[in-house]
C-alpha cells in the first residue's frame, strides 16, 4: 500500500447543544406562540371530537324517535321555592320511559327520588315555566350537572342530571332542592303529560299550555 495514500481522518461527532441554547430557543418559540393563542383564540370550549360525534349520533337518534329535547336551566336556589298556584301532583315508577331509555345514547345520572314538585298547573307559550322540585341522591358525592326536557306528542318528560364531585368533595345533604326554568317558546298551546323522571319514583302532573 502507497505510504502517501493515508485514510481520511475520522469525522469527529458534533456536540450537542449546550442546554442554555436549546433553553433558549424554547422560550423564544413557545412564549411568542402563547401569547398569540391567547389573544386570538376563538372562546369557548375546545373542540372534543368524541363528544360532538356522541352529540350529533343523539340528537339523530332523537329525532328518529319523535323527541324535540330542549335543555333546561338548572340550579340550586339558596332558599326553599314556591310557584305561584301548584298542580296536582301524583307519584309514578321510576326509570326511563322505554322509548326514551332504548333511544338515548347517553343516559343521564337520575336522582334516586323525587320527593316533591313544586310546578304552575298552566302556563303561556311565550313565558318561561317554572319547576320546583326536592330530591335524594344515593350518596354525597355528586351535584347538579343540569337538565333535559323531551317531547313527544303530548308527553313530556323532564331528567335531571347529576355528577360526580371531585376532588374527594361530599355535598352537605343527600337532599337536594332543584330549580328548573323552561326557556320561552319551549312548549307549544297544548295539554301535556309532564313526568319528572327518578331512578326509583318519579312525579307527573298535567300540565296545560296557552
Not at 350529533?56 to 321555592?81: H, T
Request: glycine fraction near 6%; include cysteine; charged fraction near 20%.
Amino acid at each position: 500500500m502507497n505510504p502517501s495514500r493515508r485514510m481520511p481522518a475520522a469525522r469527529k461527532a458534533p456536540r450537542p447543544w449546550p442546554l442554555k441554547w436549546i433553553a433558549l430557543v424554547i422560550l423564544l418559540v413557545l412564549v411568542p406562540y402563547t401569547i398569540l393563542t391567547l389573544r386570538y383564540r376563538k372562546p369557548g370550549k375546545a373542540f372534543e371530537p368524541y363528544q360532538d360525534i356522541r352529540d350529533r349520533a343523539n340528537v339523530i337518534r332523537l329525532l328518529s324517535a319523535g323527541y324535540q329535547r330542549v335543555a333546561l336551566e338548572a340550579e340550586v336556589p339558596a332558599d326553599p321555592v314556591r310557584t305561584s298556584g301548584n298542580a296536582a301532583v301524583t307519584s309514578a315508577s321510576g326509570g326511563l320511559p322505554p322509548g326514551l331509555r332504548d333511544t338515548l345514547v347517553e343516559r343521564p345520572l337520575l336522582p334516586t327520588e323525587i320527593v316533591s314538585v313544586y310546578a304552575p298547573p298552566s302556563s303561556n307559550s311565550l313565558f318561561s315555566y317554572p319547576i320546583a322540585f326536592t330530591c335524594v341522591m344515593p350518596d354525597s358525592r355528586h351535584q347538579l350537572g343540569g337538565a333535559e326536557l323531551y317531547v313527544r306528542g303530548n308527553e313530556i318528560v323532564v331528567t335531571p342530571d347529576f355528577e360526580a364531585l371531585t376532588g374527594g368533595l361530599l355535598a352537605r345533604s343527600r337532599e337536594k332542592i332543584v330549580l328548573l326554568t323552561v326557556p320561552p317558546g319551549a312548549l307549544k298551546p297544548g295539554k301535556f303529560r309532564v313526568t319528572l323522571i327518578g331512578e326509583r319514583v318519579s312525579r307527573v302532573w298535567t300540565l296545560q299550555v296557552k
